[in-house]
């Protein structure tokens, strides 16, 4: 078996699938590590896909792709942009993108698979190849522990993984201790008195007592939290009405927070909770707003031990002009709880995936935001090459670093 990474790859992005529902994609990273002769599990954690290869005494390293996407409508203009829809948990019928690039990690882990199960005369130990449903849920991981993903497979002595991200293609960006933050999803709920678009009197309009809401929340980053910490706090959804001459009697906003320390983070609840009740009783809302904590997960910390030791393997690999500390990100990823699970470091990294030519107009000109599109828009479109080839080498050497040598 000769991988073509491109074809692999493009097959991936036309056909993006959400998360537990990531069907087709299992199946092609399953059949792609039996044609390697390697050992494979299905349905873990309803659709997660691992391959073991044994290969003497040794370390166990795990390599993790996740496998799902999202329900956004691609705008890339490439000739295979994804045309899919699907129906989301909600039943809801939505467009599906890979727009944050999980497309990429699956190619990448699969060329990887391929590299290390050809170079068996020069490594030992055992390598677990990994493909998680639902990291865009924050629970992919956590199903497939839970679905007795160490019952099955050996336990790893180190996990490793990485992000494609909107850096120069060729680059790979690690950063020791907190990399990832955490991430809390919040849902409020606020309650009106509906009635007749005419008579808003006779009303307590959620919508208004929402927009208050949203203009409030601005205000926790920039006043509550000092300049030394970091916090997001960001509303993503507002529901509210079925009809414009209706005040509906209920508003729903969806919030996302990502902070990095736990003190940090229990303000930024406090504060979203507080805010949420005040602007209710400031409208005269007969009931208080419902506030639901919905999903969370927590920092992803790479260990300083193995990360250092990672590093030195991508500097001799690609050279130290290649190599970058990206800072912490402010993206959040379950894949720590592999790690966790299990009491093992973790060394998760960056992948450069932007044409480096456009990534420097950007810095030169100042419009790096604007120019260079981010993960989850419906314009992220990582180049094919050289990412693939160098995410591929990425895997394999940082794996070969932790295996045994022959």
Excluded at 117 to 133: R, Y
Aim: include cysteine.
């Amino acid at each position: 078996m000769t991988l073509d990474l491109e074809a692999v790859y493009k097959d991936l992005h036309r056909h993006p699938e959400l998360s537990f529902q990531e069907h087709r994609t299992a199946k092609i990273a399953a059949d792609g590590l039996r044609e390697l002769g390697i050992e494979v599990i299905e349905g873990i954690g309803r659709t997660g896909v691992v391959g073991v290869l044994r290969n003497g005494d040794g370390p166990t390293v795990l390599l993790r792709a996740d496998m799902d996407a999202l329900p956004v409508e691609e705008e890339t203009g490439l000739d295979y942009a994804s045309t899919q829809r699907a129906t989301d948990p909600d039943g809801a019928d939505v467009p599906v993108m890979h727009a944050c690039g999980h497309d990429v990690h699956v190619t990448c882990l699969l060329g990887a698979a391929e590299v290390l199960a050809a170079s068996q005369p020069e490594w030992n130990g055992t390598m677990v190849f990994l493909f998680q449903p639902a990291e865009e849920l924050g629970s992919g991981a956590l199903e497939m522990i839970a679905d007795g993903l160490y019952d099955r497979v050996p336990k790893p002595d180190i996990v490793l993984g990485q992000h494609v991200a909107p850096a120069p293609a060729g680059v790979v960006g690690v950063h020791a201790g907190p990399a990832f933050a955490a991430t809390d999803d919040v849902r409020i709920t606020l309650h009106g008195e509906g009635g007749h678009g005419s008579r808003p009197e006779a009303t307590i309009d959620p919508i208004v007592m929402a927009a208050a809401t949203v203009m409030r929340l601005q205000t926790i980053v920039s006043r509550e939290i000092a300049g030394g910490e970091t916090a997001v706090v960001s509303v993503g959804t507002l529901h509210a009405g079925t009809k414009v001459n209706i005040i509906p009697p209920d508003a729903t906003l969806g919030i996302n927070i990502r902070t990095y320390d736990t003190g940090v983070r229990d303000r930024v609840v406090s504060a979203i909770t507080r805010i949420a009740e005040a602007e209710a009783a400031a409208s005269g809302a007969t009931r208080a707003p419902d506030v639901e904590l919905t999903d969370s997960f927590p920092v992803l910390y790479n260990d300083e031990e193995a990360t250092a030791r990672t590093i030195g393997a991508f500097v001799a690999a690609f050279g130290e002009a290649r190599v970058i500390d990206p800072g912490r990100v402010t993206g959040s990823e379950d894949v720590g709880a592999l790690a966790t699970a299990v009491g093992v470091p973790i060394v998760y990294w960056l992948l450069g995936g932007e044409d480096p030519a456009r990534f420097t107009s950007g810095l030169v000109n100042g419009t790096t935001d604007a120019d260079i599109p981010s993960n989850h828009s419906p314009h992220f479109a990582p180049l094919p090459h050289p990412t693939l080839e160098v995410g591929v080498q990425a895997l394999v050497t940082a794996a070969r670093e932790w295996l045994s040598a022959a």
